[in-house]
C-alpha cells in the first residue's frame, strides 16, 4: 500500500531552468509534507516543508505547493543548478488516524539530474 | 549545532549474529526515529522514541527494537540477522514537540551501512 508516491522516476532539466518534482498521497490523514534532497550513501537532507494549512512555501530557491483537494505536492527549483543532481523524495506525516508526525512515510524517489 | 551522528558507519556480519547501531541526536531534540533503506522497499519507518519511550512502530519484525536513553541518545538492535537486513539504516531527531513551526522537521544522520553475509 504505497501512500506517498512519486510517478516520475528520474527528471533531466537543463542549467536554469526550472526543476518541478510530483508527488500523490492517498492518506487524507497526512497533514504535514516535507521534501528531501539525497546523495548515494548518504542521509537525505532536509530541503523545505508544508502544512497542511498553507497551499505555499517558498525558501530561496524551492518552493512547495499543495493541492489538498487532488491530495497532490510538487517541489520547484528555479533556477536548476548542477548541485541540485540527486535522488528527491518527498515524505508526508499528521497526527490522525494511525498516522504520527514521528513517523515519515516516503515515496520512491526522483533522480533529478541538471545538465550544465 | 553539530548535526545527527550515527555509528558505526559500515559493518559487516554474518547471517545469525545480532547487531546494535547507535545514534546521537542534534542537541535539545528529545525524538529519535530510525528508518530502513534498500532498493526495493524505499525508505521504510522502523520506530520512533520520545522521552525514553516507544511512541511510533513501524511494520517490523520483532528482531527489530531500539532504546533511547537520558540524554536522547539511541541504539536500535537487529538480533539473528538475516541476508535480507542488508540495508542503510538511517537515525533522524527531531524536536519532538508539536504545535510551533519547524517541529515536525526531522534531520537525519549520514547512517550506517549494515552488509550481513
Known amino acids: 500500500d504505497q501512500q506517498v508516491k512519486q510517478n516520475s522516476p528520474s527528471l533531466s532539466v537543463q542549467e536554469g531552468r526550472i526543476s518541478i518534482l510530483n508527488c500523490d498521497y492517498t492518506n487524507s490523514m497526512f497533514d504535514y509534507f516535507l521534501w528531501y534532497k539525497k546523495y548515494p550513501a548518504e542521509g537525505p537532507t532536509f530541503l523545505i516543508s508544508?502544512?497542511?494549512?498553507?497551499d505555499k512555501n517558498e525558501d530561496g530557491r524551492f518552493t512547495v505547493f499543495l493541492n489538498k483537494s487532488a491530495k497532490h505536492l510538487s517541489l520547484h527549483i528555479v533556477p536548476s543548478q548542477p548541485g541540485d543532481s540527486a535522488v528527491y523524495f518527498c515524505a508526508a506525516s499528521g497526527r490522525a488516524g494511525g498516522t504520527s508526525y514521528g513517523k515519515l512515510t516516503f515515496g520512491q524517489g526522483t533522480i533529478l539530474t541538471v545538465h550544465p | 549545532k553539530a548535526g545527527v551522528t550515527q555509528t558505526p558507519r559500515y559493518l559487516i556480519k554474518t547471517r545469525g549474529q545480532q547487531v546494535t547501531l547507535s545514534c546521537s541526536p542534534i542537541?535539545?531534540?528529545?525524538?529519535v526515529s530510525w528508518y530502513q533503506q534498500t532498493p526495493g522497499q524505499g525508505l521504510q519507518f522502523l520506530f520512533e522514541y520520545f522521552s525514553e519511550t516507544q511512541r511510533n512502530k513501524g511494520n517490523f519484525p520483532g528482531r527489530f527494537s531500539g532504546r533511547q536513553f537520558s540524554n536522547s541518545r539511541s541504539e536500535m538492535n537487529v538480533s539473528t540477522l538475516e541476508l535480507g537486513d542488508s540495508a542503510l539504516y538511517l537515525c533522524?531527531?527531531?524536536?519532538?514537540?508539536?504545535?510551533?513551526?519547524?517541529?515536525?522537521?526531522?534531520?537525519f544522520g549520514p547512517g550506517t551501512r549494515l552488509t550481513v553475509t
Open positions: 508544508i502544512s497542511s494549512i498553507k
Open positions: 542537541s535539545g531534540h528529545r525524538s
Open positions: 533522524a531527531s527531531s524536536p519532538g514537540t508539536g504545535g510551533t513551526s519547524g517541529s515536525y522537521e526531522q534531520y
